[in-house]
């Protein structure tokens, strides 16, 4: 089993920031890529931010590209995304997802989740 907890959420305003992390714990050679999903309400999962802790292969949203960064750190048990130039639309439910390649994460194959982190950006 693998255990994930989120933190970092919070309230700002668009244009600021905030950074997420991710602490990961349990049976870490069960997955290889961390990254991060949100759920507005009334819309769909969606996949933000992926990496991969042995190429450091990446993935981005469209909406993600030029604003957010994912990192991880060398020991394999926490992921991070920085948020810039956040906004409105941005609001939702951040959930870090765990899983064993890239493709399983994105297509939500056998993912781990966590509980989420709420992000409000207010106009």
């Known amino acids: 089993q693998v255990q994930l907890v989120e933190s970092g959420g919070g309230s700002v305003q668009a244009g600021g920031s905030l950074r997420l992390s991710c602490l990961a714990s349990?049976?870490?050679?069960?997955?290889?890529?961390m990254g991060w999903f949100r759920q507005a309400p009334g819309k769909e999962r969606e996949g933000v931010a992926g990496?991969?802790?042995?190429?450091?292969?990446?993935y981005y949203a469209d909406s993600a590209k030029g604003r957010f960064t994912i990192s991880q750190d060398n020991a394999k048990n926490t992921v991070y995304l920085q948020m810039n130039s956040l906004k409105p639309e941005d609001t939702a439910m951040y959930y870090c997802?765990?899983?064993?390649?890239?493709?399983?994460?994105?297509?939500?194959?056998?993912?781990?989740w966590g509980q989420g982190t709420q992000v409000t950006v207010s106009s």
């Open positions: 349990g049976y870490t050679d069960s997955y290889n890529c």
């Open positions: 990496i991969c802790f042995g190429d450091g292969s990446t």
């Open positions: 997802a765990a899983a064993p390649s890239l493709s399983d994460w994105y297509w939500r194959r056998g993912n781990y």
